[in-house]
């Protein structure tokens, strides 16, 4: 997995929402790059300097809030907000 720069573009949370936002639509890539680094057992240390280029022992809470925000999204997408694409 190559690393990340650092993105300003996102979020340390993601912004919620009960449907598909323009947010989801920009950060699709990451959350399926969350996804697949949990299927291989990432920590969340890894995944947050590799897919958000945070530096996970200078920034912890930031580290450990930005991924579980973006992994409890990237779930959401694929077990309820995939459903509003096929809706359309």
């Known amino acids: 997995m190559s690393h990340a720069e650092p993105n300003p573009e996102i979020a340390d949370e993601v912004p919620w929402s009960d449907s598909l936002t323009a947010y989801d639509n920009e950060h699709f890539t990451t959350y399926m790059r969350l996804l697949d680094a949990s299927a291989d057992d990432a920590?969340?240390?890894e995944?947050?300097?590799?897919v958000f280029g945070?530096?996970?022992?200078l920034e912890p809470d930031r580290a450990r809030r930005t991924v579980r925000s973006?992994?409890?999204?990237?779930n959401w997408m694929v077990t309820t907000g995939y459903k509003e694409l096929f809706a359309r």
């Open 43 to 45: 920590s969340e240390e």
């Open 47 to 50: 995944m947050a300097q590799v």
């Open 70 to 74: 973006h992994l409890n999204r990237a």
């Open 54 to 57: 945070i530096d996970p022992v």
